[in-house]
């Protein structure tokens, strides 16, 4: 996922997108444990992007607390 593409999201749409990721997390992480994944790469690019969502959900935030 793309930062231009979460930038337009506000937090509601964020929290959808960090639940809907974590579960593909889940889901890749058991494929991963019973060795049915075969692209271990997408465990990477999952775990970023739950780190860039918690990111601007961070962001979004603080930027309501100053306001």
């Known amino acids: 996922m793309k ?8 937090i509601s749409e964020l929290e959808k997108e960090l ?5 593909a997390q889940f889901s890749l992480r058991m ?3 019973t060795q049915q994944l075969t692209n271990t790469s ?4 999952t775990k970023r992007d739950i780190a ?3 990111t601007f959900i961070k962001q979004l ?3 309501s607390k100053l306001t």
């Open 3 to 10: 930062p231009s593409e979460l930038k337009e999201k506000n």
């Open 19 to 23: 639940e809907s990721l974590s579960r």
């Open 31 to 33: 494929q991963y444990g």
């Open 42 to 45: 997408q465990l990477k690019k």
């Open 52 to 54: 860039r969502v918690r």
């Open 61 to 63: 935030e603080i930027e």
